[in-house]
């Protein structure tokens, strides 16, 4: 899918050289994603991608739909950049991600200066039209700068099948379409080669991929990831309560690479409140499969998203979420005061909890979920732990990292970026830890 102005003029260049691109995304791990790829889609066809604004010649904007503020955000970063696109003739303004997959050319109603629209998904027509308009100065493929990226996102499934009733997810992004596993590791092995030491495997629901070649599922796929030479760590996101098999459970303890670490949406503490959200599983459900999973991976991190304020959520529902935070012991909550999205089954419904009662709610759980935070962490102290060293502090230069948990780590010596350290815990707080 393109929309576009049909007046549409080629950029005007700042003297012999290819036209320059600015990419600005917000959203999900599967946006930055998109956004990489994108990269490379322009650097193939000879145009200069992730420029600063101020030198670009084309401005893309990858949007998020999932709530309200993430347009709202979207509209006035287009707002900024129309401002941009008048200082000087022939620059443009692109948008994509799940904003254009939702509203498609009524965005170009919208947003005067925008001059194009496009599926992510679907690319194929933009760049075409992009090559051919300015063809004059583009010289073939041109070189991605060389990059200290560690980690990266590598999708496996697009889309999802299972329509909770709030999630706008399977209109934007569509059904569940798995890629091939031999596409994947290729993936991983280029990037491994670019010096990438970490991947995360993503996807809307990540634990219900499928290899349309040969019909193996996540933790096939996971295996062949970990034979990856060079490859030190991968996790996964998201999933779906429902799909947390013991297989992939054992994945995780088994494989070297694999993380200990799962991030699996709950959503409500409520049984009523789930069934309005069409979660198709129920707290019981749930509390066994955190159970089993702690089980079998010894150490393991669990981390989940919360929403509060739902539709028709009472006071006796919430505080059924208060009491499955604090009986879990999460080691994160991303906790959002539901938005109503337009063409979602719960658009239909009332948006009938106060605002000032969602805000109340959400801080309820921030505040609960920030003692069991430091508390975990702080049972850590006197652990040893494994960091990869990810960059320096502005002010004071020290290194930090990650832990296989997915934990923050500031390290109290020396230590270069891309190096993987064993240490030892030595204090901590609701978010980091602090390590020798």
Request: hydrophobic share 40%.
């Amino acid at each position: 899918m393109l929309e576009s102005r049909p007046a549409r003029r080629p950029i005007v260049v700042s003297g012999d050289r290819a036209p320059r691109v600015h990419l600005w995304q917000q959203g999900c791990q599967m946006n930055t994603s998109d956004t990489a790829q994108l990269a490379e889609q322009f650097a193939e066809i000879g145009l200069v991608p992730g420029v600063a604004l101020v030198d670009a010649d084309l401005a893309v904007v990858v949007t998020c739909a999932v709530r309200q503020h993430a347009e709202d955000k979207a509209a006035s970063r287009i707002g900024e950049l129309a401002r941009w696109k008048r200082e000087r003739g022939g620059r443009a303004i692109a948008v994509t991600g799940c904003m254009a997959a939702e509203h498609g050319p009524a965005l170009l109603a919208r947003f005067p200066a925008v001059d194009y629209v496009f599926d992510v998904r679907e690319p194929d027509g933009f760049f075409a039209r992009i090559r051919d308009l300015y063809a004059g100065a583009l010289e073939g493929p041109v070189p991605l700068p060389a990059g200290d990226q560690l980690c990266a996102y590598v999708p496996v499934i697009h889309g999802c099948n299972e329509m909770c009733t709030y999630c706008i997810v399977p209109f934007v992004r569509g059904r569940e379409r798995s890629r091939p596993q031999g596409d994947v590791v290729a993936d991983v092995g280029r990037l491994v080669a670019r010096g990438v030491r970490e991947v995360t495997l993503l996807g809307q629901n990540v634990n219900s991929y499928v290899d349309p070649d040969a019909g193996g599922g996540l933790a096939d796929l996971m295996a062949a990831v970990d034979r990856v030479p060079g490859l030190w760590r991968q996790r996964f996101l998201t999933s779906h309560p429902r799909n947390a098999s013991p297989r992939l459970l054992a994945a995780i303890a088994a494989l070297p690479t694999a993380c200990e670490q799962l991030h699996l949406p709950v959503q409500s503490g409520s049984d009523s409140c789930l069934r309005r959200m069409k979660r198709e599983y129920r707290v019981a459900t749930y509390l066994r499969t955190i159970e089993a999973a702690r089980a079998a991976v010894p150490g393991l991190a669990v981390s989940t998203d919360i929403i509060v304020g739902f539709c028709g959520e009472t006071e006796v529902e919430f505080s059924a979420t208060l009491d499955l935070v604090a009986g879990v012991g999460f080691d994160v909550v991303h906790v959002q005061a539901y938005s109503p999205r337009p063409g979602t089954a719960a658009w239909r419904r009332a948006d009938d909890v106060p605002l000032a009662v969602k805000r109340d709610r959400l801080q309820r759980i921030l505040r609960l979920q920030r003692s069991i935070s430091e508390a975990r962490n702080r049972a850590l102290i006197g652990a040893e732990v494994e960091v990869l060293v990810e960059g320096h502090g502005a002010d004071d230069g020290r290194p930090y990292g990650r832990t296989r948990q997915g934990r923050v780590a500031w390290l109290d010596r020396s230590a270069s970026v891309g190096e993987l350290v064993r240490t030892t815990v030595t204090g901590a707080s609701a978010w980091q830890l602090l390590a020798a």
